[in-house]
Nanobody, 129 residues
Framework: QVQLVQSGGGLVQAGGSLSVSCTDSGRTFSTSAMAWFRQAPGKEREFVAGLRWSGSTNVYYADYADTVRGRVTIFRDNAKNTLNLQMRSMTSEDTAVYYC??????????????????WGQGTQVTVSS
């Protein structure tokens, strides 16, 4: 059974840092496109960051939403089968439930939630002012 199990998150003060992680089991997504999305109350789920593997260069490439670019880092630890999101200089606008997602047959990063085949259970991140 394929699963994405999330950990991390929680409460952080404005200006602080926080990380969330996602561990894949059942199959590895090390060469698939993976991403983090978030959904704030009353809002649609939005793309935060994505990661894809390039077999031609053996390098991971990342893409970020403009709202988080420069404050967020997405990376994968293949030794632990985890996808990680590190966030810093956080504001109340970052408060949301964060979800990791993976595509099964594609290595293209998409900002569209329906393009992803697997999802984590969601992790609450709350930034207090």
């Amino acid at each position: 059974q394929v699963q994405l199990v999330q950990s991390g998150g929680g409460l952080v003060q404005a200006g602080g840092s926080l990380s969330v992680s996602c561990t894949d089991s059942g199959r590895t997504f090390s060469t698939s496109a993976m991403a983090w999305f978030r959904q704030a109350p009353g809002k649609e789920r939005e793309f935060v960051a994505g990661l894809r593997w390039s077999g031609s260069t053996n390098v991971y490439y990342a893409d970020y939403a403009d709202t988080v670019r420069g404050r967020v880092t997405i990376f994968r630890d293949n030794a632990k089968n985890t996808l990680n999101l590190q966030m810093r200089s956080m504001t109340s606008e970052d408060t949301a439930v964060y979800y990791c997602a993976a595509r099964y047959h594609s290595n293209v990063i998409s900002a569209i939630p329906r393009d992803y085949d697997y999802w984590g259970q969601g992790t609450q991140v709350t930034v207090s002012s």
